[in-house]
């Protein structure tokens, strides 16, 4: 269950070794009216009292920190100080840290654990959410990384600015998270509704953490959060990274059937297989922060060559609309980062049952096309397997795509082609040729710049794939 309720203990989990560098920043001056805005009788009493219990003057603690390598202002929530809630002076420490944060430029990390907006300050509190909204996105604007680690409880308005709002959500295992506090939930929720698990399963947050990996945990995604900064390594044409190489075979298919079966095939190598090979070490983001996730998609943030890159990857299963949309919100946040992108395309096509037409399966592709389309950060695509129409099409670079020699694309399957075209079944395998779907097709058509070699640097006979990596 989650631990970690004050503030300090906290900070000293995330900044691990490095919780020694901690620099607490200077609290905002200001004055109050007594009993606070709304003169609620007891309410001064209250803050003493809390600030005896507890040993902090509000309800939030601010300063700046080294997490790993990278330095980051980190505000910490403290439950004991009138259950974390947000009121006005809280609002004062929060919109100062992030104007820090700006000034130095430096990722902000917030440790929540909060019930909400304070009642004895009334609106002059809630309005504190828009404030910090507001901080967030003059934050946001300045291209700098926000990752939120949700402690035991966060709800209410903290979990929906600071926590839900983050680039990067993290949590400790069976944290109360939701916007509705267990006081004001209907009678019959279901409270496992509630937790940390469950809205890892509803794609609203992106990892469960143990209290003694946070460190680790946070250190990491900083490091690869920031790594946009970074100059391109050598051969990185344009800041582009380099495709990867080829896992699979590395000779010729004959016939259009041929590709669509070594695409096809169980051993073929998958996304997973490519990350790992590409990648020192990667991160996954998970979710589509609309109460979806895909299995079938991939997307994160990897180390290749001392530099940062943002992948999306298909893993050979149909894709879902959340799919479509987790990859467009991992590729926004690269771009505000400054991070470029890897995308591996490896679908049969998009799902197109009844519940992907529910949930928007049109939209979700078409503001994936958008966001690959606006996207100013260089972007690099390996056709991996099947590439199926355009839910294979709506991942791929439109001047940057490659392809391995298992592979193939096509404007619609072999088998619905035929279908479509009210041909005999047994005609298939020569719609497929028809097709000019093969790697070496796609090469002579312009619709890939050239079949990647695999990692022994072979490519097949001379001449079979038009243009490798390297070749401008």
């Known amino acids: 269950m989650a631990e970690l309720r004050g503030a300090r203990e906290a900070i000293a989990a995330v900044l691990g070794s490095g919780a020694g560098t901690f620099t607490e920043l200077p609290a905002p001056e200001g004055t109050s009216a007594p009993d606070g805005p709304l003169g609620w009788e007891g309410y001064d009493a209250a803050l003493a009292r809390a600030a005896d219990r507890t040993g902090e003057g509000e309800s939030v603690v601010c300063g700046t920190g080294r997490i790993g390598a990278t330095e980051a202002v980190v505000v910490s929530f403290e439950f004991g100080f009138l259950g974390g809630s947000l009121g006005e002076r809280t609002g004062d420490r929060l919109a100062a840290a992030y104007g820090h944060a700006r000034d130095r430029g430096l990722p902000v990390v917030s440790l929540i654990a909060t019930g909400g907006s ?158 790992d090979a590409y990648f020192d070490h990667r991160e996954e983001i998970r979710g589509d922060r609309c109460g979806g996730t895909d299995p079938g998609m991939l997307c994160g943030f990897g180390r290749r060559e001392g530099r940062t890159v943002a992948y999306a990857a298909q893993c050979g299963t149909a894709t879902l609309p959340a799919g479509y949309r987790t990859a467009a919100r991992l590729i926004r946040l690269a771009e505000r980062l400054g991070i470029p992108v890897l995308t591996l395309v490896d679908t049969p096509g998009a799902a197109n049952d009844a519940r992907a037409e529910r949930t928007g399966a049109g939209a979700a592709i078409a503001d994936l096309f958008a966001t690959m389309a606006a996207a100013r950060v260089p972007l690099t695509t390996l056709l991996i397997g099947e590439g199926g129409s ?24 072999p088998e619905l082609a035929t279908a479509i075209l009210k041909r005999d079944p047994g005609r298939t395998r020569a719609t497929a040729g028809q097709l000019r779907l093969r790697p070496q097709d796609l090469v002579a058509l312009g619709v890939v710049r050239g079949i990647v070699p695999g990692r022994d640097g072979r490519d097949g006979p001379d001449g079979w794939n038009g243009r490798v990596p390297g070749d401008g």
């Open 118 to 275: 304070r009642m004895q300050e009334g609106m002059r509190a809630l309005l504190q959410l828009q404030r910090v909204a507001g901080e967030s996105a003059l934050t946001r604007a300045a291209g700098l990384a926000q990752l939120a680690v949700v402690r035991d409880p966060t709800t209410g308005g903290g979990w929906a600015t600071l926590g839900a709002g983050a680039d990067v959500v993290l949590a400790l295992p069976g944290a109360q998270i939701g916007f509705a506090g267990s006081r004001v939930r209907p009678a019959d929720a279901d409270p496992s509704a509630y937790t940390a698990e469950a809205q890892l399963a509803a794609g609203q947050i992106d990892a469960v953490v143990a209290e003694e990996a946070l460190a680790g945990t946070v250190a990491r995604w900083l490091a690869l959060l920031t790594g946009g900064r970074a100059e391109p390594p050598d051969g990185w044409a344009g800041g582009a990274p380099p495709p990867p190489a080829a896992l699979g075979r590395s000779g010729p298919v004959a016939t259009g059937w041929e590709a669509v079966v070594a695409a096809r095939s169980p051993e073929r190598p998958r996304a997973a297989a490519y990350l």
């Open 390 to 413: 355009g839910g294979a099409l709506a991942l791929a670079a439109a001047d940057n795509t490659w392809a391995t020699p298992d592979s193939y694309f096509s404007v619609i399957a």
